[in-house]
């Protein structure tokens, strides 16, 4: 009889969002005529720039005409795509990476999630506490996390390292050698960032160790600090040990449009084994390309008139945190991000609990 | 140090389609002049049909309003698409299927080679030979498969199930009980199918035998026989041992635009654990739903526009192959499929190996 993968039974189910929404409705209901402001779970609310709207209308043409249809995309994306990409997220930074290194996927989630399967059973991952929960509850799911701890919510075989007031929530190398580590930059969900030069530190602790960094720079377009890398590749060595995983969703609002990229440089190799031919054998095995539409709309975020968009889209969400940043400052409260992540991160006052705070 | 998974490097290049270029390249070269029809790969080449042009313009206009635009999507797919895929795919048939028992996703290569990590470690799984590869290679990654013969193709704990002429291309129970079993019906690549009678036998097995079957139904829509089942759920039983896997590229031309779904019935569980609340599990943990506008072109080809015109494209591609297997019967091959499925399977003649054939 076939017995089932049981580290899924492992995860904790996700108590936090259910948690929430049953507390909002019973206050709601108490109290019909609060107006809520609804912070739980974040997603964006402008509709997607012009420029983006008419590549859209023009790429759904040429799928209705014979001689401009595109059935199936090359498995790793377009080369209109990841020629904008490498010119414009990489060449225009002085980062050496080309067009096919670029690996165009249907979003930054589904790119953090899979990645693990390149990975040995036993390797132990590092991860920053607080941050994104896919990058552990993925590797939950494959067997690399130990035992779970109800009282702390942490796993036995994940090497923690703790973002803090106290550290300036730049997380510190661990006494146990990690074989991958996971950066968030800026991270979500705490809004803050480290500067480059720190970022350089752990770029050379990699190459040392022998570790892979899995870098995720979501909030890329959020960054406004000179100080502050826009990519891993503007540190020195950083082809050797680290693949970058980007986002369309909140420099471009394509949350419910769906588009991604993974940066995996060729030289990158553990025990002579290429993790370039490793990841392009996972999406020409278990996926089939982004949508033909989808992948016209990523070009029109690289479009003169896309960035000159986009730019005042992000400065709207920036105004939003804004908003909240100094109104929770005035409230009395110590609040943290807000510069380069459209995240607040507050300080519970006294030693309340998070969920004594939100009750 | 970290170390890869080493199953990855288990598998076989993929040198079939690139020894197919290779070769089709040497021969133009030295024939210029000969017009060559390319069989390698198969995809479509048809427009996508009005009411699905139509559908998509109007999505994307409603993403360019804040009024109507739409953010991340329900990690399963909006009510409308799966309503829409409950009533027509299931219910105007008579299956037992509801709503929220199917999962749209971006495709079914990646339900086909992502259903496996809900099984453990040393599942063993039977596959059709010949059949779609992603199967096989997706447990290869996952180290389910031993290892593998050059000289055969074929790995040492996955259990094979001929279907060649001899037994009319109908899979026989395997001698050793698999605990999954893998079946597209009609089958890529031998074009052929079973009854739906045969595909009881497999669903009465498999509930016996506490196997569960993958049931890859893509060429559905090219069904054109009384007699053979257009779900798995038309068998009895079939709710408690079978998953089943549906493609749009091949009823309604997707496969440049990416949309499919996987149904996994409520009741469906192995040593008390659901499968369901596990695939909700994975969804929800490494997929971030397929996009708002493809979920409403998708919506499109259950209207009464979309049928009629999709009607017409399939009528299309199984004219090709029409052509295709009566000219081959004419030139004196032997040659199945092209009634169920738009595949057609040729005997070489004499015992004439297959690339003795092709060159």
């Not at 012009?50 to 090359?74: C, K, N, Q, S, W």
């Not at 770029?203 to 959020?222: M, P, Q, R, S």
Request: negative net charge; glycine residues 8%.
């Amino acid at each position: 009889m076939l017995k089932v993968n049981d580290n899924y039974q492992k995860l904790p189910g996700s108590y936090l969002f259910s948690t929430i929404a049953k507390k909002v409705a019973a206050y709601s209901e108490a109290n019909p005529e609060k107006r809520i402001i609804r912070l739980g779970i974040g997603d964006v609310t402008q509709p997607l720039a012009p420029a983006i709207i008419e590549a859209l209308h023009r790429a759904v043409d040429e799928m209705g005409a014979a001689e401009t249809f595109h059935g199936y995309a090359p498995d790793l994306g377009y080369e209109f795509l990841r020629n904008a990409i490498a010119d414009n997220d990489y060449k225009a930074r002085g980062c050496d990476i080309s067009a096919d290194e670029i690996f165009v996927s249907d979003g930054a989630k589904s790119d953090s999630g899979n990645i693990q399967e390149l990975f040995s059973a036993d390797a132990r991952i590092a991860v920053c506490d607080p941050v994104y929960p896919v990058y552990v509850d993925s590797n939950v799911m494959a067997g690399r996390t130990g035992t779970y701890d109800e009282k702390t919510g942490m796993w036995s075989d994940v090497i923690y390292m703790p973002c803090t007031m106290e550290n300036d929530f730049v997380p510190e190398f661990p006494r146990e050698t990690p074989d991958v580590i996971y950066l968030c930059l800026p991270n979500n969900p705490t809004g803050t960032t480290i500067t480059k030069t720190q970022l350089q530190e752990w770029v050379d602790y990699a190459n040392k160790n022998g570790a892979l960094i899995i870098y995720d720079g979501a909030y890329e377009a959020y960054i406004s600090e000179e100080d502050v890398a826009h990519s891993i590749y503007e540190c020195e060595g950083a082809r050797t040990c680290a693949i970058e995983i980007k986002s369309f969703s909140k420099n471009a609002g394509f949350t419910g449009v769906r588009l991604g990229y993974t940066v995996v440089p060729r030289e990158l190799s553990y025990g002579g084994v290429s993790l370039h031919g490793m990841w392009a054998r996972r999406h020409g095995t278990k996926f089939n390309g982004a949508p033909y539409i989808i992948q016209r709309a990523g070009e029109a975020v690289y479009s003169k008139e896309g960035k000159a968009q986009l730019k005042q889209q992000v400065a709207y969400y920036m105004n939003n945190a804004k908003v909240i940043l100094e109104g929770l400052k005035e409230a009395g409260y110590t609040v943290f991000g807000g510069v380069n992540a459209p995240y607040i991160w507050l300080k519970t006052p006294g030693n309340m609990g998070s969920w004594e705070f939100f009750d």
